[in-house]
Every structure is written in C-alpha cells, then in structure tokens.
C-alpha cells in the first residue's frame, strides 16, 4: 500500500510539474521566448531568407531554424516559400491565396491557416512558385515526408518538461503562428494601419514596433521593398528582425543581399541632372511619398478657404481629402468626380492632383530615352516653380536636389 501511494504520488507529482517543476511565471516567460523563436525562424528564414532571397544563411542557422519549425510547426518550406510569393504575385486579386480585400477581414483573420492549407495542395502553386528551396536528403525524409510528426513529438516533449501544463504550452505554440501571420499579418496587415508609401497593393504597417510578430509588423514597407531584408523605414520604427540578421552577420552567420535604396542628397543643386533622374527613378516611393506630405500641407493651406464655401459639407471635404491621398490610377471613377467638384473651388488642388499624375507618369514611360525623361523632368520642376504654390515649389526643390 505504502509502495502504491508512493508511486501514485510521484506520478501525479510528474503529471502537475513534469521534470523541470518551473513556476507559473517561469512557464509563462519559456511560453514568450519559445514562440517568439518560431516568430524569429518564420520571418528570418521562411521569409526573408527562402521566399525573398534578401540574405544568405550560414548552414548552421539555417538547419537551426529548419528544425525549429519543423518540431513547432509543421511548416513545409517550399509550401510556405510558394504560397507567399504567389501573394506578392496576386496580391489583393481573387487570386490571391489569403487577401482580405477580395475573401473579407473575418475569413483571413480567424480562417487564416486554413486558407493557407488549402493552398499548399495546390500543385501549380507549388511548381510555380516553389523554385530554390531546400531538396537535400533531410527535407525530403523528414521534414516534408513527416511534416506532423514534428509537432507530435513537441507535444511529448512540452509534457514530459512541464507536466499537464505542457499542453497548454503546446497548444499556445501550435496557434502562435496561425494567429499571429495568417491571421493578423495577412489579415490586419492588408486592411488596418498607416502607409509610408502608395505601394499597388492594400498593405498596411499594423504598428511601427516590430518586435511582437519579428518586424513583419511593418507590411507597408515590405510590400515596397520586397526584397529588403530590413522592413523598418522611418527613423521611429524599429524591426527586431533585422537586429537579429545584423547580430548574425556580426557572427559571419548570414549575408545581406538587399535592403531598400536610401536617396541621397545634393543640397544647393539647383539643376536637375541624369544623376537626379536615375534617384529620382530609384527612389520614385520616397518621391512620391513626400509629394502626399506637400498635398496635405496644400489641403492646410486650402482649407480656411473651402471651409467657408457653403456649397461644401463638412463631409464632402473630409473624404475629399482622403481621396487626394489616394493614387490617382486607384480611383474608381464616382471617386474622380467628387474631386472634379472639389477641383471647381480650388485650382491649387487640382494642380497638386495633376502635377501627381504627371510625376508618376514619369518612370512609367520605359520606351523613352534618358534625354528625353531628363527633359520631362525638368520641364516639370520649371512648371511646379511657376505654380505659385507653396508646397509644391518646396517639393521641387527638394526634387532637384536628389542625388
């Protein structure tokens, strides 16, 4: 009897604390480091290393995080690596595996990860955009052949380390990537934010932290610069990403292939020149994303004077002024309209709105010489200078001068 109760005992001991007994501020911190691990793997390796190419990793860190994702979740490199650039490749379309734009923010959000695995048995999408990742004997035999097992073994391993709690650790782990990317990256992240720059697609930078979810908070500039390696921009943003690939390539562990092209700037450059041109070109989102700051100090300036146009409802100039954020190619045409009668009490606007137009027509006319958009370039900053506008003179300064 004594020998039962003791063993009885010591199971249940083993059943309520497992082998390491943490406490339950302990269990909570190796919950955060854990899956925050799996955010570093997703964003570091799946992302930015196999479905980008931004950097090169060492065989050490790569392998690390293979295996890491393997044991917690399930992840097929190549399914997640094609589906991914599939997105970039349709983005908010209808073929788009994962756009709220086009399947709604409720279906991505809370039905995001079964999105995701109906599109990984989609062979073309696989053969299409799977190309470049990993084929060698480890892949094929393991982590591809035995996808589930990885996240089975998990589970044995959280319970005999932690005990009963163990599952619910386990289970924490196994929804961190579902909620936090395929449901809160995808979702979120194409439908609720602010915008550095007017990319073609609805993405959006949730917040400007990026630690929570790796940096991938930082959508916006992704989908600008797919192929940076860094997803910060503005000086207030931070990426924890990046710190993570700078802290490996300090180690001789990872290489940076790309991160985003920083314009550069000739102060007193008072004649725009083929080196302006090709910044200009180069760095066309920094362009055009200071051109919506001088529209809205254009709308500022506007504004005491729209304002008292009795024809003019309060609502009518709120959206008005959303809508001259707005790429002009992106609007539908009831949108235009409502600008056109915008543009009947304000002619600055309106020349802000087409002056716009005319900028970004600029390095979409590929079958033009250098001459000749060196020309339109110029004839353009002559034109803004002419316009008596304030902030659109200031912005063809400051055009002039990148270098």
């Keep these: 009897m ?15 604390t497992g082998l390491v007994g943490l406490s339950g501020w302990e269990v909570v911190i190796y919950t955060l480091i854990v899956t925050h691990i799996t955010i570093a793997s997703v964003t570091i390796y799946l992302h930015r290393h196999q479905a980008h190419r931004a950097l090169d990793l060492h065989p050490i860190p790569s392998h690390f995080f293979r295996f890491w994702l393997w044991l917690t979740t399930g992840q097929v490199t190549k399914e997640w690596a094609a589906i991914h650039r599939k997105h970039h490749a349709k983005c908010d379309t209808v073929e788009d595996p994962h756009s709220p734009v086009t399947r709604g923010i409720r279906k991505v959000l809370f039905e995001g990860a079964e999105l995701y695995r109906a599109e990984s048995k989609n062979l073309e999408t696989l053969e299409k955009y799977g190309h470049g990742t990993p084929t060698d004997w480890i892949e094929r035999n393991l982590y591809t052949r035995f996808s589930w097992q990885g996240v ?3 589970l044995v391993i959280n319970f005999a380390l932690f005990g009963v709690i163990g599952v619910t650790i386990w289970a924490i782990q196994m929804a961190w990537i579902p909620i936090t990317a395929a449901g809160i990256i995808n979702g979120i992240g194409h439908y609720w934010g602010y915008r550095n720059y007017d990319c073609s697609d609805a993405a959006t930078n949730i917040i400007p932290f990026g630690i929570l979810i790796g940096g991938e908070e930082l959508h916006n500039n992704h989908h600008t610069f797919a192929t940076s390696a860094k997803l910060s921009s503005k000086w207030y943003e931070f990426d924890i990403g990046w710190f993570y690939i700078r802290v490996l390539e300090t180690l001789g562990l990872a290489k940076v292939k790309k991160v985003a092209p920083k314009p550069a700037f000739e102060h007193g450059k008072m004649v725009a020149d083929l080196d302006t041109l090709q910044s200009v070109i180069a760095n066309r989102y920094d362009v055009m994303a200071k051109y919506a700051a001088s529209v809205k100090q254009a709308w500022r300036d506007e504004f005491e004077h729209l304002k ?3 024809e003019l409802e309060a609502r009518f100039l709120k959206s008005s002024r959303k809508l001259l954020q707005r790429e002009p190619g992106k609007l539908e045409d009831p949108q235009k309209q409502q600008l056109v009668e915008l543009f009947q009490h304000s002619k600055a606007l309106e020349t802000m709105h087409q002056m716009r137009v005319e900028l970004g027509a600029i390095w979409e006319r590929s079958h033009f010489t250098r001459d000749q958009l060196l020309q339109q370039l110029q004839d353009w900053c002559n034109r803004a200078e002419a316009s008596g506008i304030k902030s659109l003179q200031e912005f063809s300064m400051r ?3 990148y270098a």
Excluded: G, P
């Excluded at 039962?4 to 199971?11: F, G, I, K």
């Design 2 to 16: 004594t020998l039962l109760s003791t063993t009885l005992n010591a199971v249940l001991e083993f059943m309520t």
């Design 152 to 154: 089975a073994s998990l």
């Design 308 to 310: 008292h146009k009795a």
């Design 399 to 401: 055009l002039r001068s």
